[in-house]
């Protein structure tokens, strides 16, 4: 099912500073599906409750998809890879557990971001391991260990990482939008789905 975080959904903000209001509104949505999708391009005013996306000019622009389903949700590599970096990423609003795959086709090299995991997740992983598409390569993660968020999968597709290990930005300014929708495309049509 479709989820709209966006500015023009008309959200309250006290939802999203508040995890428990904002999960008892995830699971609402989530009665009867089995997943909440969306999210890439979207202009959020979520951000506005962590001090991580603040500045002259704050960060409210999302990069990735949200996947929303329950704690301990498999997550499977959609090709084959190898690990490029991971990280725990623990502040407040941030990715917590975080795994990025590096791939190489044919033409071109990408990476694939995948945030708010399970700690578990990275047990055991070190860069350069070998991941076969279909390769169960993570789960959900509950709050303590996603960044504080009700449980979700971000994933994002990365062209250039930049120099960056275990992390990448997820969310950017309005003004930097040009940049990152390029190096960041929409990764729906990789997962599946048509733009919902």
Known sequence: MPLDLSTASGLS???FGDLDKFSAFIDDRLRG????VGGYAELRAIYASSALFDGSEPRRLHLGV????AVETPVFAPFPGRVHSLAFNEARGDYGATLILVHEG???VWHTLYG????SSLA???PGDIVAAGDRIASFGAPPENGWWPPHLHFQVILDMEGLVG???GVCR???????LENCPDPMPLLGFMRL
Request: avoid cysteine.
């Open 33 to 36: 599906n089995r997943y909440l």
């Open 106 to 108: 044919p033409v071109a």
């Open 174 to 180: 309005a003004s930097e939008r040009e940049y990152y």
């Open 66 to 69: 949200d996947i929303w389903g």
């Open 116 to 119: 708010h995991l399970g700690l």
């Open 167 to 169: 992390d990448y930005p």
């Open 124 to 126: 055991g992983r070190t």
């Open 13 to 15: 903000p006290e939802v």
